[in-house]
């Protein structure tokens, strides 16, 4: 199975995510003026600062070219991955509920945070256990998530959150500690925290590759039940 | 037409923007300032003023978290 990358002007994690796609499968870089996904079977949007994160973060990438393919793959049940910068891009594209506000502290936080699994099941968490505890960096400016209140109930109702700051954890202020939300279909999860940091020992964790092998587990399963 | 897009945080989000400038304030010495909010001016030349709306819903607010205004300024 095949993940692509997208790669925007001022994307600077997508060779990161690419380096741990491929520790699951096989991987290649999605250029964003390019409208063809090149039969990719997962998309991934990196972190960074797309267009230079001009007007907002993400306004500006949401309109590029492959971003059209990315909703059309979304919309026809992809799996699609969006990790910080890419988290608020596909907010921005509506692809997924709620926005991306500055930290409450306005600085960049960068640090190593424990994340709880609140939803161990499905194309993203299936590979975890049921409340465990992910050791992820998150490195970011603009992460404090943020949604109303009553779509913040349908958010925890419909068990959307997959991922939540453990108590203490929370670097930005993000309402009810969410770290990670996937759309009501489940095959679209965006995340502040990058798993693509956490996928060798030399970096302190490994625990972000169970994202990646969820993915990679949920299609090859997929595949075998046709 | 010339115009600008008045572009604020909606009311009862959290604005740590505005409450930094509003604790900045006072150590100044300016006193007597209270619900300071930051948000962003846009200003443009349009030939169709009325698909302004339109603009500010697709790109240059997010309805969601932002309230916009158009300020009409007269021909450009």
């Known amino acids: 199975m095949k ?7 001022g994307s600077c994690d997508d060779v990161d995510a690419l380096r741990a796609a491929e520790l699951v499968g096989e991987a290649e ?13 997962a998309v991934i949007v990196p972190g960074g600062f797309s267009y230079g994160d001009y007007l907002r973060a993400g306004a500006i990438a949401r309109f590029a070219p492959v971003m059209e393919s990315v909703a059309e793959f979304a919309r026809e049940g992809g799996l699609v991955l969006g990790i910080c910068n890419g988290f608020q891009v596909l907010c921005e594209a509506r692809l997924l509920p709620g926005a991306l506000l500055p930290n409450v502290s306005l600085r ?26 992910l050791s992820i960096p998150v490195k970011h400016t603009t992460g404090r998530f943020y949604a109303p209140d009553d779509q913040l109930d349908a958010l925890d109702a419909s068990g959307q959150v997959l ?12 309402l009810r500690d969410i770290a990670g939300i996937c ?3 489940g095959n679209v999860l965006g995340l502040m925290p990058h798993p693509e940091h956490a ?3 030399l970096t302190g964790s490994i625990d972000g590759l169970k994202i990646f092998a969820s993915m990679r587990v949920h299609l090859d399963d997929r595949v075998l039940a046709f | 037409m010339r115009a ?28 007597g300032v209270s619900n300071v909010h930051v948000g962003r001016l846009i200003e443009l030349d349009v030939e169709d003023p009325a698909q302004l709306p339109q603009m500010c819903e697709a790109l240059l607010a997010n309805p969601l978290i932002e309230d916009y205004e158009i300020v009409a300024d007269g021909p450009s």
């Open chain 2, 4 to 31: 600008r897009v008045l572009v604020r945080p909606k009311a009862g989000i959290l604005d740590p923007q505005g409450q930094a400038v509003e604790r900045a304030l006072p150590a100044l010495g300016f006193t």
């Open chain 1, 29 to 41: 870089l999605l250029w964003h003026a390019d409208r063809d996904l090149h039969g990719v079977d």
């Open chain 1, 163 to 174: 991922l939540r700051y453990a108590p203490g954890h929370n670097p930005n202020g993000s």
């Open chain 1, 199 to 201: 996928v060798d020992p």
């Open chain 1, 108 to 133: 960049f936080v960068f640090r190593q945070v424990e994340l709880a699994v609140a939803r161990a099941e499905g194309p993203f968490t299936g590979a975890c256990e049921p409340g465990e505890r």
């Open chain 1, 3 to 9: 993940f692509g990358v997208v790669r925007f002007p």
């Open chain 1, 183 to 185: 759309n009501e279909q």
